[in-house]
């Protein structure tokens, strides 16, 4: 496994714990501020392990793509991953 999968998974397993201290907030019937403020932290989280799939599929994949002649495939990738995190 190269560095940037083990980062992801390391930062995966990080957001399944807060996922599951969630889930005991909500059973426990902790105050909606607080389960408020995880759920942030979450996608927080999650955003930043798409930060990181992006970097690298543009530092790799599309690189490679335009090296083999195709940048339309490439152009239209950027603009998919560009309108999914504006989401």
Same mark, same amino acid.
């Given at each position: 496994m190269n560095? %940037?999968?083990e980062k992801l998974i390391r930062r995966l397993k990080i957001i399944?714990? &807060?996922?599951r201290g969630l889930q005991d907030m %909500?059973?426990?019937d902790?105050?909606?501020i607080d389960i408020i403020? &995880?759920?942030s932290a979450?996608?927080?989280?999650l955003s930043g392990?798409?930060?990181?799939?992006?970097?690298?599929?543009?530092?790799?994949?599309v690189i490679h793509q335009i090296q083999?002649?195709?940048e339309k495939t490439a152009i239209e990738e950027i603009l998919k991953v560009y309108q999914l995190k504006r989401k």
């Open positions: 560095k %940037i999968n399944e714990g &807060q996922v %909500i059973l426990k902790e105050y909606c403020t &995880q759920t979450v996608k927080q989280a392990v798409e930060d990181v799939l992006m970097e690298n599929h543009l530092g790799t994949c083999k002649g195709k």
